[in-house]
Structures are given as C-alpha cells and as structure tokens.
C-alpha cells in the first residue's frame, strides 16, 4: 500500500503490567513476575518498496504475557517508529512501517522494559524507480532519496498526488526545451495562447544542492525560482552535463540545483528520449513564454516502478 503525503495514522500502544495481590497478615501486595518473551525472527510480511507502507512480524514465545515487545528502526528507513497492529499473539507480533529511505533496514526487538532481546540481519530496500511516459517515449529513471530524501520525498507526492488530484503530473508538459543545456517540465499545461503554470499541491521544499550529486547528462534535478528553497513540482533533465549548476560554496546564493535521480548506463531507449525531446522545434509563446516546443510535448503520467 503506498503511502498518502504526510498523513501517516500512526497507532498508539499501551502495555499493561499485570499485579496480583498476596493474602496472609496484612495489605501489602506483590509484583507476579511476568514470563519472558523470546524471540524466534522477524520476517517481513509485505513487499518492501519506497513511498509504501510495509508490514514485520516479530516470531517468538510469551509475547503477549510478557507485556510485549517494541520494533525499532536503527537505520532511519521508517518515517516513523513501527506501530504495533491488532491480533498479535503469544506468538506473533505485526508491526506496520511507513518507508522513506532505501537501503539497509535493521530492527532491534525490545521488551517492555527496553531490553534488547533480537536484533534483525538487514533488510533491503531496493532505490526506486519511476517512468516518465511522454508523447516521445519513455524516460526510466533511478531516484536517490538517501542523498536527497527531502526532495525525493516531495517528487513522489506529486507522482501519486492528492485525492482532489491524484497523478499530478499526467497531461502536464515540456514547457521549456533547450538542446545541449536541459528539459523542464512538470508544473505547465497547454494553453490557448501558450503554456498555464498549474497550482503546486504543496509548499516548497528546502533546496538540497549540497548532497554530492552532479548535473550530469541525464540526471534529474528540481527547477526553482532566485530564492533557494523554492522547488515546488517543476523538474528538468540534463541533456550535457552542466557543472554550472553544481553546488559551489555556502557563500553562493543562491547555490545550485538539486539533483535526486538519474537514468541509469547503458538504458539507450530512455538516452533517446532525452534526445528526442532536446530536439524538437521550439518558440517564444504569446503570453510570453520561450523555449517552448512548437508542438506539445506531453508528459502522459509518472508512474513507481520499482
């Protein structure tokens, strides 16, 4: 299940310990100690995969008896700490995690006194992909949320959108074509008399330039305005590699253009798109607009592929 932008249901735990009281001369009471859970594996019971939601059981002995156990991300990976689900038993617990980064996953399972009894061996998060189908073909590409998890966070929720708009990118276009320099779309639609921006969905992001990845040909960075943390939807595709928009020096401002993904080596047919679009007949629109392809190129959808 993919997850619905920054509105993640996380479910409240409470663990009750169990006291009984002693007889026999007097009104004092004593703690009956609880068994102690063990663990036997944790085993992920969902696909993993970017942007979704995924589900682990804890597989053990005395889990519910012994007051329970808590799941804890060590790397980062989950939003948010995994939440227990209902219908566990003394032998199985599930836990539900929003994830946000790729890479190795490691959970530690601790009792409800925050002993470590297990840590996990690593879980893999593949990096996720998406497709950019347009009206010259399909562009694939590799997106890098652990260099850039601010901006690649923000890019899928325009991917899936909201419920008043899902699949925010559908129909958009290539508003601006400059060959040998980029391809710029995601925030334009057509017009009567050119292209018409379209509202963003959400505010703007915190420029993420400074994380190592260059403008390359056929890396993916966000478009923005003079102010930094200005990127909204809009993107653009390097077609050269242009170090000019690299990130330079703190004292730059502002400085550079955040790159979250690329097209991998050796996928030719998505290189040719990129070429293809680069190639197309351009004009200065009249409402005002340059660089604008004479005829549409239009972004069909942005789907996760992986």
Do not use: W
């Not at 409800?112 to 562009?139: C, D, M, Q, W, Y």
């Not at 959400?202 to 390359?216: A, C, D």
């Not at 890396?219 to 170090?243: D, E, G, K, L, P």
């Not at 955040?258 to 009249?286: C, E």
């Amino acid at each position: 299940m993919r997850l619905t932008r920054f509105t993640l249901p996380l479910l409240s735990v409470t663990f009750l310990t169990a006291l009984t009281g002693c007889g026999g001369g007097g009104s004092s009471n004593s703690a009956t100690p609880l068994p102690t859970a063990t663990i036997t594996d944790v085993q992920a019971t969902s696909s993993l995969a970017y942007y979704h939601y995924a589900t682990f059981t804890v597989n053990g002995q005395n889990l519910s008896s012994s007051g329970g156990v808590t799941l804890s991300d060590r790397n980062g990976k989950c939003q948010a700490a995994p939440t227990l689900l209902a219908g566990n038993t003394e032998t199985a617990a599930q836990f539900k995690c929003a994830l946000l980064g790729s890479g190795n996953l490691v959970f530690d399972v601790k009792d409800v006194n925050g002993t470590l009894l297990f840590s996990t061996p690593a879980f893999t998060i593949p990096e996720p992909k998406v497709r950019i189908a347009t009206s010259k073909g399909n562009i694939d590409l590799q997106l890098n949320p652990t260099s850039a998890p601010i901006t690649v966070q923000n890019f899928f929720g325009y991917v899936y959108g909201t419920a008043a708009s899902p699949n925010f990118y559908a129909n958009t276009i290539f508003h601006r074509v400059i060959s040998n320099f980029m391809i710029q779309g995601g925030g334009f639609t057509t017009g009567a008399t050119g292209p018409v921006q379209k509202a963003p969905l959400f505010n703007p992001i915190t420029l993420e330039s400074n994380n190592g990845l260059k403008n390359l040909r056929g890396t993916i960075a966000m478009a923005r305005t003079n102010v930094a943390n200005s990127a909204t939807s809009q993107f653009f595709i390097n077609h050269i590699n242009n170090t000019s928009l690299d990130y330079t020096s703190a004292v730059t401002t502002p400085n550079g253009y955040a790159v979250f993904g690329t097209i991998l080596a050796g996928d030719t047919a998505s290189f040719a798109t990129l070429d293809a679009i680069a190639a197309v007949a351009t004009q200065t629109t009249a409402n005002g607009y340059a660089n604008v392809p004479v005829t549409d190129v239009t972004i069909t959808s942005v789907t996760q592929t992986q």
